[in-house]
């Protein structure tokens, strides 16, 4: 079993910058994929990006594709997500997830972002 433990979070305006951080501990991690998922009020939780057990593979979804930035260190245990020219919709709580089994199995309690106009 994974624990994982997101921070960095918070109020930020629109254009501005957060990095997100996302620490586990449980399994060893460099053996398996990480990624960033979102939920915004009323709305499904949804895919953000994802990277591969070595950081060699990133993908991410359309909608953050050449703002966001999701990166590992396996040395510090520790997934990344670099977020930049922050928009209104962005604002959602940010959740890291684990994929050990071939699914997104392990999940963390979330970290708010709220982006202002």
């Known amino acids: 079993q994974v624990q994982l433990v997101e921070s960095g979070g918070g109020l930020v305006q629109a254009g501005g910058s957060l990095r997100l951080s996302c620490v586990a501990s449980?399994?060893?991690?460099?053996?398996?994929?990480m990624g960033w998922f979102r939920q915004a009020p009323g709305k499904e939780r949804e895919f953000v990006a994802t990277i591969t057990w070595s950081g060699g593979d990133t993908y991410y979804a359309d909608s953050v594709k050449g703002r966001f930035t999701i990166s590992r260190d396996n040395a510090k245990n520790t997934v990344y997500l670099q977020m930049n020219s922050l928009k209104p919709e962005d604002t959602a709580v940010y959740y890291c997830a684990a994929n050990i089994l071939g699914n997104f199995g392990s999940w963390g309690q979330g970290t708010q972002v709220t982006v202002s106009s």
């Open positions: 449980g399994r060893t991690f460099s053996s398996y994929a």
